[in-house]
């Protein structure tokens, strides 16, 4: 109800940046689903929280933490074990490019007939947090976290 409109949103913003899929866990060792792209921008949204009701039409969860996980490939070197650094640069150039196109970004709906923008589905996310450059067999993973609000609105 909440979530998809914005991760829709968030996915058209990284669009052309890697293969981008909502997260159910699919790199996490253990987990039932391990079969995952690489590389590929994987979007968490939020767990189930406290809705804020404003009034009949407008609902929102707040504080809610959207987390942006880019996965991509780092392959060991054969003889000596060292990681490659050139996969390591291209990895955290790519996460630079991730976070340029969300810090301070807010998500819209597409506008209706007659306006020029449409309405808010996200406050401005807000760069709360990254778990960066965490290796998992040949492939190097680092999470974003971001902070906003998520609206709702029922038009009846």
């Known amino acids: 109800m909440f979530c998809y409109p914005a991760y829709k949103a968030i996915k058209e913003q990284l669009a052309g940046i890697a293969q981008t899929f909502f997260y159910t866990g699919q790199y996490t060792k253990g987990a039932d689903n391990t079969s995952y792209k690489v590389p590929a921008i994987y979007i968490e949204m939020p767990k189930p929280g406290a809705v804020v009701m404003w009034g009949r039409r407008l609902k929102s969860i707040k504080p809610a933490i959207v987390k ?12 000596d074990g060292a990681i490659q650094d050139s ?23 597409a506008p209706e007939a007659g306006k020029t923008e449409g309405t808010l589905l996200t ?5 709360s947090n990254v778990n960066m450059l965490n290796f ?8 974003l976290s971001y902070t906003t609000e998520i609206y709702s609105r029922h038009l009846q």
Do not use: C, M
């Open 136 to 143: 998992q067999d040949s492939n190097l993973f680092s999470i």
């Open 68 to 79: 942006i996980h880019y996965i991509s490939y780092a392959p060991f070197k054969s003889v």
């Open 123 to 127: 406050q401005k996310l807000i760069n």
């Open 87 to 109: 996969a390591i640069a291209a990895h955290e150039a790519t996460l630079r490019q991730i976070d340029l196109l969300l810090e301070g970004w807010a998500a819209r709906n």
